[in-house]
């Protein structure tokens, strides 16, 4: 913490250190609060206080810290993603050095209400000449987070207004909630376990050149089962999660793009009720598909990728009824089949791409 205002104390020593009851206030007229990789910017107003709950050589403290109508963003940035935004935060920290140092501290984090006016800063997470691009939109966001030295617990949620992204050639519009649960990790290392978040899409829109399509009633939900991250530029993300959509058009639309004559597919772009399971990793400036499938009694649709800045290789695998095809991805050309489809979804591994694809 540091910054410039108003400084009143009432100091208690005894037998030559601080002890309780000692209370330290300040009105600020600028505060700048750094909380691991971030960093929260203010003019004016809120304040800090500053207690000693144990006193003795190393006192236990609280600190209570209000920034009102900062900017936060992350350490470095030259422009803040959040403005006009007011934090509380809340420390706890037990048998603290004189400079201010210790090991034993917890910290709540509380933003109750913030505005996101472009969401493109979150492009700078993606791993560089990621296929996903956000374009535009803006969100809210609401924090409520404990970090202790080796634990870490609460969570992060974050609406979108009106979301334009672009996954290679195909525009996407669409509603995004995400729900981000802290179950774990050390915040040190800004590492998460982020077991059991959320992850919802309402309101697709997607446009290509040959097929496109809006259903403002379209959602897809995503459970973590099993959630890692590491919240550094470009994120590492470890992911596995059920996955369910209310029908299978923005999946098979995209591919109908691609068609060529097997326009079969587009006669896919109605079932409904879709459900299945995702693999992703996100780490090395790449993105790892190992294994994506959904699907109903009438039809499967399944991915497997690996998603660099040199190249794009997967497989996009649809079966619709008794007719399949799959669409392969290799150094970024595409071409769609429809013999032996399910076979060569099956056998089509990403570890082999990145054994041949080494500087991936």
Known sequence: IRGAGEIA????????????????TVSPEELIVDVLDYQAR?????????????????????????????????????????ENVDIILQALGREMKFDGSGDNLELRLQIPSARIKDMTVYNQYL?????????????????????????????????TDDMHARADDQEIQAELTTDIKLVGGVPKNMEFDISGSSIVLDGVKVTGDEKSFRDEDWAATFELTKGKAIWKKPVQLDLEAEVEMTDSIPIVSMMANKKGKHGWLGKALTIDDVQGDVKMQMANRQIVIPYAFAGSDKIDV???????????????????????GIMKIKDGDRNIDVLKARETFDEYSTDAVMATNPKE
Do not use: C
């Not at 809120?46 to 403290?61: Q, R, T, Y």
């Open 9 to 24: 104390a009432d100091v208690v020593v005894a037998k030559g250190w601080l002890d309780e009851g000692t209370n330290l």
């Open 42 to 82: 203010s003019k004016g107003g809120g304040g800090v206080e500053l207690k000693v709950i144990k006193g003795g050589e190393f006192p236990d403290m609280t600190l209570d810290v209000a920034v009102n109508d900062a900017q936060f963003g992350r350490k470095g940035d030259e422009q803040a993603f959040v």
């Open 127 to 159: 791993p560089e000449d990621s296929p996903l691009q956000i374009l535009d939109g803006e969100a809210d966001l609401v924090v409520d987070i404990l970090l202790k030295p080796d634990d870490a617990d609460g969570f992060v949620r974050l609406t």
């Open 302 to 324: 399944g991915a497997k990728a690996v998603i660099s800045k040199e190249s794009r290789n997967g497989v996009l695998y649809v079966r619709f009824r008794k007719l399949h």
